[in-house]
């Protein structure tokens, strides 16, 4: 057996090179969150310098592309991280604490989830 693990009669050898799958997978997990970062990032710079709000835009577009990229689960980690990173970074510290009436974001994460179902469904469609 020589150390490999063996499914039916064909070994790991036969099957493909796991490094090469852990790879692509992780490349496809760890998008989600570098386009989060990225996103807070130019909404934090676009905040200081010109004193634009564009802040859902951006979340949106990384939860788009992480979705394309990676499909639903890192779409899905995507909108999990940016209402996250929404209600840390941008919403006032009153806010955030629980301090407010009001709540801003409480419609995203579902605008997020819906944007990350639609890709990634039309990317199932499209590979079928």
């Known amino acids: 057996m020589s150390g490999l693990f063996q499914i039916g009669d064909q070994s790991l050898k036969t099957i493909g090179s796991p490094k090469r799958f ?50 639903f689960g890192p779409g899905l980690l995507a909108a999990t991280l940016s209402a996250l990173a929404f209600d840390y970074y941008f919403l006032p510290p009153d806010l955030f604490t629980g301090g407010g009436t009001e709540r801003h974001a409480s419609s995203d994460p579902l605008c997020d989830i819906s944007v990350n179902d639609r890709v990634a469904g039309r990317l199932a469609k499209e590979q079928d």
């Open 22 to 71: 852990w790879s692509v997978a992780t490349v496809r997990w760890l998008l989600s969150i570098v386009t989060v970062a990225v996103a807070v990032i130019l909404g934090r710079l676009l905040d200081y310098y010109w004193q634009s709000t564009p802040f859902t835009s951006l979340f949106i577009c990384a939860i788009l592309i992480s979705a394309w990229v990676g499909g």
